[in-house]
């Protein structure tokens, strides 16, 4: 049974008599989300100084993503917080009560998803160190691998643009663009420098779990993300939506064509030991699992109950006969599958949070054990079974 101060149950009804309806996320957001010069106040909504815990904690990185959730979860918004430290356009972070569900937007790219992270875990208005943090964002998607509309949950995270790239390359060259691996000479080489970001390897038996419970969600589908795969020739890329067990790799850069793709391929199995395959490309991951594994070292968070889901709005590589930048304007922006990734991140999510929150004192409480190696490629957790690096 939950139990309640008199003064959170005091503060908690001023709150709900008093607290404005509340705001979905605006596709033009202002500097502070708030109208006019309304000064920020930070705190719980309910007037409570308790930390809030919560059993998940849901990462969104911008404004369409955090606004499939509260339009079929609308409970979300039952506790507000606003926390200092936070993307300044996205200071509040909603949850459905003080021991349930939290939905955060991090901002975009590597930078703000980190920042934003390490905020979050170093703040007194939350204890992370039991919640499960599942990124649920939408992704580009390799078209050997994937396909669009379908929903994937990543072992490894791999930043591929901790390379050094050349504006044009030697007539000898042997790799695919200009990209190559730090204090080398030349592509297909492991790197000599290496700075501790390049790979993160989270929890691979909650991975399989939360992938099996999204199996459970009836994915959507439209004829014109159907027809958009057709015009692709490899067998992955022309699969309807499903729910896969792949990796991530996260670049500051939106490009765009198979040359480029295949050198972060070779670039993703070197650094992952031959273990890893992305099969799909966005720009925060490496970046908030990075706050979250530091977070964990002064023991602030669980970098074992991270899960990364993200969803495929379109390829990272043009179909035949189309240009790398008509595929990147056209295609990527214009008639890929960005409505139905949106509408299957939450169809799949929904089914991982409702798992934990249901399983918690049964499962999820007490962490979820695994055999692999868990962490960064320096192994700061001195676990004795690293597989990479």
């Not at 709005?313 to 035949?320: F, I, L, M, T, V």
Request: hydrophobic share 35%; proline share 5%; with cysteine.
């Amino acid at each position: 049974m939950v139990k309640y101060s008199c003064l959170c149950l005091a503060a908690g009804l001023l709150a709900i008599l008093s607290e404005a309806k509340p705001q979905v996320y605006p596709r033009r957001a202002s500097p502070i989300a708030i109208p006019g010069n309304v000064p920020i106040v930070y705190g719980r909504s309910d007037g409570c100084k308790s930390p809030v815990t919560p059993k998940v904690l849901i990462l969104a990185t911008y404004f369409d993503e955090a606004n499939i959730w509260p339009a079929g979860m609308p409970e979300i918004y039952n506790l507000n917080v606003t926390v200092k430290g936070l993307m300044p356009n996205y200071p509040v972070v909603h949850c459905t009560a003080a021991n349930g569900v939290c939905l955060m937007v991090t901002g975009q790219c590597v930078i703000n998803s980190a920042t934003t992270m390490l905020a979050m875990a170093h703040s007194d208005l939350f204890d992370l160190r039991k919640s499960y943090v599942m990124v649920a964002g939408i992704a580009g998607g390799n078209p050997e691998y994937t396909s669009t509309g379908s929903v994937t949950f990543a072992r490894y995270a791999a930043q591929g643009d901790i390379q050094f790239e050349l504006a044009s390359v030697p007539p000898d060259w042997q790799g695919t663009s200009g990209y190559f691996p730090l204090g080398t000479t030349g592509p297909n080489q492991y790197p000599t420098f290496i700075y501790g970001t390049e790979v993160y390897e989270v929890n691979q038996a909650l991975r399989h779990r939360a992938a099996t419970m999204a199996k459970k969600a009836k994915l959507n589908d439209t004829a014109v993300s159907q027809e958009y795969r057709t015009r692709y020739t490899q067998p992955a890329a022309r699969k309807s939506p499903g729910v896969q067990e792949c990796d991530t790799l996260t670049t500051n850069v939106f490009w765009s064509g198979a040359g480029i793709g295949e050198t972060m391929g070779i670039y993703y199995t070197a650094m992952t030991n031959g273990t890893g395959i992305y099969c799909s490309t966005e720009g925060e991951d490496s970046g908030w699992l990075a706050g979250l594994f530091r977070a964990t070292v002064v023991d602030r968070a669980d970098f074992k109950r991270a899960i990364i889901m993200r969803s495929i709005s379109n390829y990272d590589r043009a179909p035949p006969g189309i240009s790398d930048y008509d595929n990147l304007f056209r295609f990527q922006q214009g008639v890929g599958s960005y409505a139905i990734a949106l509408q299957n991140l939450y169809l799949a999510g929904k089914e991982v949070v409702d798992d934990i929150v249901k399983n918690w004192e049964s499962t999820f409480e007490k962490g979820f054990a695994t055999k692999n190696y868990i962490g960064d490629i320096y192994n700061t957790f001195d676990e004795k079974n690293i597989d990479y690096g």
